[in-house]
């Protein structure tokens, strides 16, 4: 039986498509996007509204995390479909009276795009109706440095975002793109990486047999290897950022 499909799905970029490209006025001045960030990552993340209380705990974090991101030479953007005005007057007042979780007198450095017309929360698939129409839901968009989208995250309005999964989600595509590995379940540096199978049966059963140096299979189609987290630091990390 043929399938028919009769719910019509807006579109949204998908993993592996180039970024869609947008001009916008951010907190830190004008943005080309993704442009500006050639030879960057970029996490792009969406917050529903300005002056709500999971928002102001998610910029605290970003923004306190903000050396750890750049270490990994991954930028941050923000936007929400509140103005600039709005953006300016929140983040002030984020420094100037909230503390949560030992952060207090945080500033936010990063950009913060204003999105009043949702073209760029549109283009990106950050409304979701059935969600709110009118604030865009927390979508985390993970742009390689050609500007290809790697990853897509999305939360709904109530739950915040756990950070340490955003830096391990980096870590693990740049310690993948860096090593041509890939990387297991709840994967974290130092942990073996999972080597794809070989092209040939003559290396599956070399590996089998334990003849490839420093891989590891317990089936054809699953072997492993060890890279410490050290090297892992060696190719990635930025110094002095
Ligand atoms: C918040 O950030 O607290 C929030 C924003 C929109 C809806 C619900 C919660």
């Not at 970029?13 to 960057?40: C, E, K, L, S, V």
């Not at 059963?205 to 003849?211: E, F, P």
Request: glycine residues 6%.
């Amino acid at each position: 039986m043929t399938e028919t499909i009769t719910t019509v799905v807006p579109t949204m970029p998908r993993i592996g498509d180039p970024a869609p490209a947008f001009t916008a006025a951010t907190t830190q001045g004008p943005i080309d996007f993704p442009g500006d960030y050639a030879g960057r990552w970029v996490i792009l993340f969406s917050h529903p509204a300005d002056f709500t209380p999971v928002c102001t705990t998610e910029f605290m974090t970003f923004a306190s995390l903000e050396d750890q991101f750049a270490e990994l030479n991954t930028a941050l953007v923000g936007l929400s479909v509140d103005g600039l005005y709005s953006h300016i007057a929140w983040l002030r007042r984020i420094k100037e009276t909230i503390e949560f979780r030992g952060m207090s007198d945080v500033e936010v450095t990063f950009p913060l795009i204003e999105d009043i017309t949702m073209n760029v929360a549109r283009a990106y698939g950050m409304i979701m109706p059935g969600e709110d129409s009118t604030k865009a839901v927390r979508a985390v968009f993970v742009i390689d440095p050609k500007g290809v989208i790697r990853t897509i995250i999305y939360y709904p309005l109530s739950l915040g975002r756990n950070f340490d999964e955003l830096l391990r989600v980096v870590t693990a595509l740049q310690t993948a793109d860096a090593f041509s590995v890939a990387t297991p379940a709840d994967w974290r540096p130092g942990d073996p990486v999972i080597v794809p199978p070989a092209g040939s049966c003559g290396v599956a059963k070399d590996r089998m047999d334990g003849h490839v140096d420093g891989v590891t299979c317990v089936d054809w189609f699953f072997c492993t290897k060890e890279i410490s987290a050290q090297e892992i630091d060696d190719a990635i990390r930025q110094p002095n950022r």
